[in-house]
């Protein structure tokens, strides 16, 4: 089992429609979660943190499930310009690097 | 400017030759690190640095070589460039790990 697993996807939706990612991870001593994302070619620029409470800014929701060993990104009102690939990114407590996922790929149209 | 700069953006190089990707970051990190990106597969390590006498193999670090010159200068050398070296490569910093990490623009590689 891969460290931290993504469903490639594309999720291909509507303007203005929400939309949402999982994330899971195998190491359940992860203790930092971040969600990045990336444009084509480009590079990975920090979303947003993932806090154990949960956490939102602005139209991006985060959240953490231990149990179940997986974070979430929820994208509502989606725009065009949101199309990207969503990264997540979990470091154990102890490791000194992180592990990235290989990205869900979304695509808002017209 | 850029807090990460990475030079050259983009380089194509003749198998055999040997060649130097350039970081240097203003943010103050301690940590640097060096990635690769194909298609698909996401970002892989190939080394990573925590101050200027800490150098540390990623997971895939056969065929490179890095110097951490300064704490604001981290390089990556292809020692005998291979076309399977054609990637994507990023440079990224960090504080603490805790935080976040912030990447270069990346350098485009081509071996031919």
């Known amino acids: 089992r891969k460290e931290v697993e993504q469903d490639p996807g594309p999720f291909n939706v509507p303007e203005g429609a929400t939309v949402a990612f999982n994330c899971t991870y195998s190491?359940?001593?992860?203790?930092?979660f971040f969600w990045y994302r990336q444009d084509c070619r480009k590079e990975p620029k920090l979303l947003m943190s993932?806090?154990?409470s949960g956490n939102e800014d602005g139209r991006f929701t985060a959240q953490l499930n231990r149990a179940s060993q997986y974070i979430s990104l929820l994208i509502r009102d989606s725009k065009l310009s949101d199309s990207a690939t969503y990264l997540c990114?979990?470091?154990?407590?102890?490791?000194?690097?992180?592990?990235f996922g290989r990205g869900t790929s979304l695509i808002v149209h017209p | 400017d850029a807090d990460v700069t990475q030079t050259p953006r983009n380089r194509i190089t003749k198998t055999g030759k040997r060649i130097m990707l350039e970081c240097s970051q203003t943010?103050?990190?301690?940590?640097m690190y060096w990635y690769r990106q194909d298609p698909g597969l996401g970002l892989q390590l190939i080394y990573y640095?925590?101050?200027?006498?800490?150098?540390n193999k990623g997971e895939i670090s056969d065929g490179y070589s890095v110097s951490r010159q300064a704490q604001a200068k981290f390089s990556l050398s292809l020692e005998s460039a291979i076309p399977n070296q054609t990637a994507l490569y990023f440079c990224?910093?960090?504080?603490?790990?805790?935080?976040?990490?912030?990447f270069g623009s990346g350098t485009r590689l081509t071996v031919v």
């Open positions: 190491n359940s001593a992860s203790q930092s």
């Open positions: 990114v979990v470091k154990a407590g102890g490791s000194y690097i992180p592990t």
């Open positions: 640095s925590f101050d200027v006498k800490d150098i």
């Open positions: 990224a910093t960090s504080q603490d790990g805790v935080g976040g990490y912030t």
């Open positions: 993932v806090y154990s």
């Open positions: 943010k103050g990190h301690d940590r």
